[in-house]
């Protein structure tokens, strides 16, 4: 294959990629990163199997350089995923104070007794 076409492939894809991206809704972006971080991680096998049929030095710096790159890339879609799906996480509830803490209420007997009533009544 010659520059032209490899050039064509590449300019199509990025207008192909843009286009889907752009008309994905904000609420599939994260299975969306799923898929592509997965993607990544067939670039990084394809890397390390370059780098390793590597017969010249530049070839092999290259490999290498497409190892590391490639790396970083499938471990920081990871980590972003992550960080998104904590996003949708709910909230855990604020725990309460400990008695005694400053700014804290203090328990006196009859809260205490309240509590007990309340939670007798709930069961």
Same mark, same amino acid.
């Not at 725990?95 to 809260?111: E, I, N, R, Y």
């Not at 009533?117 to 709930?122: D, L, P």
């Given at each position: 294959m010659d520059g032209i076409s490899l050039l064509t492939i590449t300019v199509l894809a990025v207008f192909v990629g843009f286009e889907?991206?752009?008309k994905v809704s904000s609420t599939l972006h994260t299975p969306l990163m799923s898929g592509a971080n997965a993607i990544h991680g067939i670039i990084l096998v394809g890397a390390i199997i370059v780098a390793g049929q590597a017969t010249h030095p530049w070839v092999l710096a290259v490999a290498l350089l497409a190892v590391v790159l490639a790396t970083a890339n499938l471990v920081g879609g990871f980590v972003v995923t992550d960080r998104m799906l904590e996003m949708f996480r709910g909230r855990?509830?604020?725990?309460?104070?400990?008695?005694?803490?400053?700014?804290?209420?203090?328990? %006196?007997? =009859? !809260?205490?007794?309240?509590?007990?009533?309340? %939670?007798? =009544? !709930?069961?």
């Open positions: 889907v991206v752009s855990k509830p604020d725990k309460p104070a400990k008695p005694g803490a400053p700014g804290s209420t203090p328990v %006196t007997g =009859a !809260t205490l007794a309240d509590t007990k009533e309340n %939670t007798e =009544a !709930t069961r």
